[in-house]
């Protein structure tokens, strides 16, 4: 089942995955709106057409949602600020984000996870505490009653999207990768078809095109 | 209702709070196991003869729960290390001993939370990302299952304990804090009380024994 007319909020729509989606979804005819952090992040979105709102995720940004359907979190601190940052945008803006697609009856709430944030014990990996922000992020919209997708892919890279993917882990530990044009492509293919709703996966290149890799994908993981 | 043989787990054990505690359990010949970090922090529970499990928080320690009846966790990380570690200790370490309080069948879990905590919002304050750990750690407790008592005092302070105590808020900002041996004294006092089960509740320095304070508390704040 496709749906074409919806409204999608993406917030975080000037990080990496959020200004491809956007694209994306502009490219197909997708209304969207643009949430992003500064004036100046918004302008290319403003010059392009798109509608945009500037707000503080630290703060109070349910205007953004008035008239939205679905929602993309997208959004993250980055590297380059410190675990305050974490806790603050990665964890709590998420927690705000689907309070507030509660209240605005958001039907569709597509969260950008990663790579073991399941179980974040599994690896020994120094972004430990990163893993423990989003675990509980994930699990409150897992539990707010809110129809989720979660996305949780491999290592980020900047490489173009080939559209071949794949949800199991591969074997070898530098595989555990994927471009972001291709997370930004399972984004947009999760706001158009129901089947994506209520999963959890992982997400790393293959060899599969995005619409047969969920169809042979029943496997859901689930941390709860 | 009283319970005196009960063994209490002190998570935390050699931080200020933990060591009032420990102090305060063993004079009433209370069965106590005292969980530290380090050896050198364990060596004057061992030379007083008290039962002690030196365990990392950030791996397994499980071990130290076998035998246990109820737990206290006033574990915190402390103001001296980074928000990596609020991540690591006061929420991931927290949820991992709610975990093992369910395996292991612990009758009453007594978190040490902080003001705040119910609403990170609330106040605009620079320990905000602390507060969005112990929310999160304290929503996992209430959502566990588990008999609990949520215990959010004022700014701690090192005067000597009065026993007298007050549970709705003081309205000078100033006077939002308690001594450190007082909120041992009503962790105690929850121990061994049962009306004290299911409460969370906010405490600071007042007129009120702590029982009187408690039978007239019925007000029970709840963020959920």
Redesign the interface.
């Known amino acids: 089942m496709k749906s074409k007319n919806k409204k999608t909020l993406v917030i975080g729509a000037g990080g990496q995955i959020g200004k491809i989606l956007i694209e994306q979804l502009e490219n197909k005819g997708s209304s969207v709106v643009a949430l992003v952090r500064s004036k100046s992040k918004a302008q290319k979105f403003i010059d392009s057409g798109i509608e945009t709102v500037v707000a503080d995720l630290e703060g109070d940004f349910e205007h953004a949602f008035k008239g939205c359907d679905r929602v993309v979190f997208s959004a993250g601190s980055g590297g380059a600020t410190?675990?305050?940052?974490?806790?603050?945008i990665d964890?709590?803006a998420a927690k705000k984000a689907v309070d507030y697609a509660l209240n605005n009856n958001i039907q569709h709430f597509v969260m950008v996870s990663g790579l073991g944030v399941a179980n974040?014990d599994e690896f020994v990996t120094e972004i430990?505490?990163?893993l423990?922000?989003k675990y509980?992020a994930d699990n409150?919209l897992m539990?707010s009653g809110l129809v989720y997708t979660i996305l949780r892919p491999g290592s980020l890279i900047n490489d173009n999207g080939t559209g071949l993917i794949r949800t199991s882990r591969p074997v070898k530990f530098s595989d555990l990768i994927i471009p972001r044009e291709d997370v930004a492509s399972v984004i947009n293919y999760s706001l158009s078809n129901d089947e994506m709703k209520g999963k959890i996966v992982e997400l790393f290149s293959g060899a599969e095109s995005i619409e047969t890799a969920f169809k042979e994908e029943t496997i859901e993981v689930n941390n709860l």
Do not use: S
């Not at 410190?82 to 603050?88: A, S």
């Open positions: 410190g675990y305050d940052k974490t806790l603050l964890l709590w974040p430990k505490p990163y423990v922000a509980f409150y539990e």
